[in-house]
């Protein structure tokens, strides 16, 4: 099997007036070329997987794994360079950056592994015509459906072809014509060396994913439907 992304014994504390455990002793071993759905109640410790697993945020305790290399949290200057080149996010809300166009947010983030701008445009111009915009490329988040702002999210999450993608409710937002749009171009992305993982309330999307993962209290309950305790 091609195992790419290995979490061990992941344990997320929130330290607030009192501590919140987000996350309990997570292990779960995730492949390259397959879509994987997180679902589950609000709370339960979706997103914040999503955040470990991009190195946004750290655990508390445990270990991340990709392709065998154990993450180094203090080594944050390294992970931040990983993560520009191998992991692709894709947010609810897009987070394009209002006062650049289409065209600019793509582009901008082969900027962060490549000061090649002439090759930067074009892959970018490349991308909004893969994604269906070509003729948006002018324009400015606020000028942009929401459907179309996500359509240029997932082409700035793919322009550094990473091996992972990772989606935190990219329909949540959108009508379902239009989320149904989104999630196909979302699935267009599978290749046998990427991964792709997102979250989301939606059974109807999380339905189409390889591997359903259904988590609540802080860890992974059932796998497609299977009993984690009974299964394994």
Not at 15 to 30: G, M, P, Q, R
Not at 172 to 191: C, H, P, R, V, Y
């Amino acid at each position: 099997m091609n195992k790419y992304l290995k979490l061990k014994n992941i344990s997320k504390n929130f330290n607030t007036e009192k501590k919140i455990k987000v996350l309990k002793n997570l292990s779960y071993d995730f492949h390259k070329g397959k879509i994987y759905a997180l679902m589950g109640p609000s709370g339960s410790g979706k997103s914040t997987l999503l955040n470990l697993i991009s190195l946004i945020d750290r655990p508390t305790i445990g270990s991340i794994r990709f392709n065998d290399n154990q993450i180094n949290y203090n080594k944050k200057k390294n992970n931040d360079i990983f993560r520009a080149h191998n992991i692709g996010i894709v947010y609810q809300q897009n987070n394009l950056l209002p006062d650049f166009t289409a065209l600019e947010n793509i582009y901008l983030a082969f900027l962060s592994i490549n000061n090649n701008k002439d090759l930067a445009v074009t892959k970018a111009k490349e991308l909004l015509k893969k994604v269906g915009l070509q003729n948006r490329s002018d324009h400015f988040p606020s000028q942009l459906s929401g459907g179309e702002s996500q359509r240029v999210a997932i082409a700035r999450a793919i322009i550094n072809d990473p091996q992972i993608i990772l989606a935190d409710e990219p329909t949540g937002s959108l009508d379902f014509s239009t989320a149904k749009e989104i999630f196909q171009l979302l699935e267009n992305q599978k290749n046998p060396e990427r991964l792709i993982i997102f979250a989301t309330h939606n059974r109807f999307f999380a339905n189409k994913a390889d591997l359903l993962l259904e988590m609540n209290d802080g860890s992974i309950k059932s796998i497609n439907g299977w009993d984690i305790d009974s299964k394994f």
